[in-house]
């Protein structure tokens, strides 16, 4: 193999006549010898460590109400005190509640974010 490095990666995930074999001689930091897999520092570089948050309620109560189970939810998740600013606006419809949650790192926001689908 002339010094390079043999790595195997399976399309079906079983042996056999689906399997292919690649050989590779290095790998850099942006990609990695599995197929559909990167560097997870290329994907999350912590530049982006806010989620909002905007929803139209018909009245405060539930705004509020809202505005409490999305804090308790960034909380569980936080490492270092995630900033949580709310806004309400009066609206024809009723309340309108905005919410910015800035968290210390972007795989807490991501985590947040995923938990909440």
Known sequence: ?????KYVHRL?????ANSEESTMSKCSADETPVCCCMDVGT??????CTASYSRVFTNRAEADETLAALSARARSVESEPCQITS?????ADGVRLDI???FACEAETLIFQL???
Request: proline share 0%; net charge negative.
């Open 43 to 48: 994907i999350m570089d912590n530049s982006d």
């Open 100 to 102: 910015d949650f800035v």
């Open 1 to 5: 193999m002339n010094g390079g490095v």
């Open 12 to 16: 079906s995930g079983t042996q056999g």
């Open 115 to 117: 938990g909440l689908r």
């Open 87 to 91: 806004t309400f606006t009066e609206v």
